[in-house]
């Protein structure tokens, strides 16, 4: 698409929006606008392509398709049919998996497809073969009693919230922790790496139906060839949510052990963040389980949105193209450099460092809550989130950590030297912010004291950073 045509379909976009509600097509300018003046670092957030953003506004949005390609409950679905079979296709080629389901609108819709398609498989129950053959109306009270208790009592074991995990791995307020009787592996107190033994020793403990590997706020890489070992040894079905790192999987940046596809029963994954297409899931896996992921419209799903599974189609079919391989590795490589840049300034760093896109903080160093540390960082223009620490004192929500990360800063061109220049940034805030105190005169949680001047230095030498590497720069909005 030439610069020319893109600025002409943003605009044109924009002013048909602003016709019918201004303030809608203000707010998408002024999103543009921030996204452009702000250090970017949240590890789960990226830039899609123009194509990317264009394949999602357009007629497929008018389109309902309950069910599969080829197998529809509603008329006049060809197109989308074309699209979601070139979006699975390219994801099957992509990552080297036998089955794609492109459908699920988020991670979490494509992990509870997976937990369903799990428990299908694998809980034996009279009662459910009979709904898995549509035979609902055979069903009696007691049979959906039975079916209750048996799909609600299964066993899951999945990397604790602390230690990087995630909330739909088993944890209470998501419906997972609601569905499965949970219990979390941690990460060696010392070294805040997984320790595999003890994991397997979980493992045989507690005897789960699925073992999760994956992670929201863990910098290491995981292991699958042992995580899979110990999956087998207990009979549970190896579930990986690759949400975060799904772009080094595609990019060939993580292999071998490393790369879950080979090693996994079933992948779960989103399709923005490193992997850098629009917001959407997907669902990996082999035949076995193939049909029962295929179900999951109506079983989980509502309707799936044509217009997001045609931008992971362009997007998948860019992440296919030999320069996505080097734009992973740099993620990798950027976000080593930051990390040894606030090492280096003597930032504490969980586990040490990084091997993958994402670096998380220990701000107790800095005598600040994350919260403190998160606000005091967007006040200066560099956007990141709170996240816990293992073993955090300071619980879920004020959090004693930040996490970090390069996709995004990757995605503009940013390189090993702006990395560091970063580093100093982050640093600067950190060491120059105090905790603040109450109304009563207490220490607070969530007050903090930043010179204002400090702040707009900051803030001003950020914008300076990313000027030589603007966002959407074909994108003229006038």
């Given at each position: 698409?030439?610069?020319?045509?893109?600025?002409?379909?943003?605009?044109?976009?924009?002013?048909?929006?602003?016709?019918?509600?201004?303030?809608?097509?203000?707010?998408?300018?002024?999103?543009?606008?921030?996204?452009?003046?702000?250090?970017?670092?949240?590890?789960?957030?990226?830039?899609?392509?123009?194509?990317?953003?264009?394949?999602?506004?357009?007629?497929?949005?008018?389109?309902?398709?309950?069910?599969?390609?080829?197998?529809?409950?509603?008329?006049?679905?060809?197109?989308?049919?074309?699209?979601?079979?070139l979006a699975a296709e390219h994801a099957r080629e992509l990552f080297g998996a036998s089955h794609a389901?492109?459908?699920?609108?988020?991670?979490?819709?494509?992990?509870?497809?997976?937990?369903?398609?799990?428990?299908?498989?694998?809980?034996?129950?009279?009662?459910?073969?009979?709904?898995?053959?549509?035979?609902?109306?055979?069903?009696?009270?007691?049979?959906?009693?039975?079916?209750?208790?048996?799909?609600?009592?299964?066993?899951?074991?999945?990397?604790?919230?602390?230690?990087?995990?995630?909330?739909?791995?088993?944890?209470?307020?998501?419906?997972?922790?609601?569905?499965?009787?949970?219990?979390?592996?941690?990460?060696?107190?010392?070294?805040?790496?997984?320790?595999?033994?003890?994991?397997?020793?979980?493992?045989?403990?507690?005897?789960?139906?699925?073992?999760?590997?994956?992670?929201?706020?863990?910098?290491?890489?995981?292991?699958?060839?042992?995580?899979?070992?110990?999956?087998?040894?207990?009979?549970?079905?190896?579930?990986?949510?690759?949400?975060?790192?799904?772009?080094?999987?595609?990019?060939?940046?993580?292999?071998?052990?490393?790369?879950?596809?080979?090693?996994?029963?079933?992948?779960?994954?989103?399709?923005?963040?490193?992997?850098?297409?629009?917001?959407?899931?997907?669902?990996?896996?082999?035949?076995?389980?193939?049909?029962?992921?295929?179900?999951?419209?109506?079983?989980?799903?509502?309707?799936?949105?044509?217009?997001?599974?045609?931008a992971k189609a362009v997007a998948l079919a860019e992440?296919?193209?030999?320069?996505?391989?080097?734009?992973?590795?740099?993620?990798?490589?950027?976000?080593?450099?930051?990390?040894?840049?606030?090492?280096?300034?003597?930032?504490?760093?969980?586990?040490?460092?990084?091997?993958?896109?994402?670096?998380?903080?220990?701000?107790?160093?800095?005598?600040?809550?994350?919260?403190?540390?998160?606000?005091?960082?967007?006040?200066?223009?560099?956007?990141?989130?709170?996240?816990?620490?293992?073993?955090?004192?300071?619980?879920?929500?004020?959090?004693?950590?930040?996490?970090?990360?390069?996709?995004?800063?990757?995605?503009?061109?940013?390189?090993?030297?702006?990395?560091?220049?970063?580093?100093?940034?982050?640093?600067?805030?950190?060491?120059?912010?105090?905790?603040?105190?109450?109304?009563?005169?207490?220490?607070?949680?969530?007050?903090?004291?930043?010179?204002?001047?400090?702040?707009?230095?900051?803030?001003?030498?950020?914008?300076?950073?990313?000027?030589?590497?603007?966002?959407?720069?074909?994108?003229?909005?006038?």
């Open positions: 698409m030439s610069r020319n045509a893109e600025s002409t379909a943003f605009r044109s976009a924009l002013e048909v929006v602003r016709g019918v509600e201004p303030r809608v097509a203000d707010a998408i300018a002024a999103e543009l606008a921030d996204q452009r003046e702000s250090l970017k670092l949240i590890a789960s957030e990226n830039y899609a392509s123009p194509a990317t953003l264009l394949a999602m506004g357009n007629w497929f949005s008018d389109k309902y398709a309950e069910g599969t390609v080829g197998r529809r409950f509603y008329a006049g679905c060809q197109n989308v049919d074309t699209v979601e079979a389901y492109v459908q699920p609108h988020s991670g979490i819709d494509a992990n509870l497809v997976a937990f369903w398609a799990v428990l299908a498989d694998r809980v034996e129950s009279p009662a459910l073969r009979k709904a898995q053959a549509r035979q609902v109306n055979d069903l009696t009270e007691a049979d959906w009693f039975a079916l209750r208790r048996e799909l609600g009592n299964q066993r899951m074991l999945g990397m604790s919230l602390d230690a990087g995990g995630h909330l739909t791995h088993g944890f209470r307020p998501n419906i997972s922790g609601k569905m499965f009787d949970q219990r979390s592996y941690g990460t060696d107190p010392a070294t805040g790496l997984i320790d595999y033994d003890r994991v397997a020793e979980a493992a045989r403990e507690f005897k789960p139906l699925i073992l999760v590997a994956g992670y929201s706020a863990y910098p290491r890489k995981v292991n699958f060839r042992i995580m899979r070992e110990i999956a087998d040894s207990v009979g549970a079905t190896f579930m990986v949510d690759m949400a975060h790192f799904a772009g080094l999987v595609a990019g060939k940046v993580f292999t071998g052990d490393f790369d879950p596809v080979p090693h996994a029963h079933i992948v779960t994954t989103t399709t923005h963040k490193s992997l850098r297409g629009p917001r959407g899931g997907m669902v990996l896996c082999g035949p076995e389980l193939a049909d029962q992921v295929d179900r999951g419209c109506p079983m989980v799903l509502g309707g799936p949105l044509p217009h997001v599974m045609a992440a296919r193209r030999p320069d996505f391989a080097d734009y992973a590795q740099r993620i990798v490589d950027n976000a080593q450099a930051l990390a040894d840049g606030l090492l280096r300034r003597g930032a504490t760093l969980v586990t040490g460092g990084t091997d993958n896109h994402l670096v998380l903080i220990d701000v107790s160093g800095y005598g600040l809550t994350g919260r403190q540390a998160e606000q005091a960082l967007l006040d200066s223009g560099i956007v990141t989130n709170r996240n816990s620490v293992p073993q955090d004192p300071n619980g879920a929500w004020y959090t004693s950590g930040i996490r970090i990360g390069t996709p995004a800063l990757t995605t503009r061109g940013l390189g090993a030297t702006e990395m560091d220049a970063t580093a100093e940034l982050i640093h600067t805030v950190l060491s120059q912010t105090t905790p603040g105190t109450g109304p009563d005169g207490a220490p607070s949680k969530a007050k903090y004291v930043l010179d204002p001047a400090v702040a707009e230095s900051v803030g001003k030498q950020a914008a300076d950073l990313l000027t030589p590497f603007p966002l959407y720069p074909a994108v003229d909005l006038g």
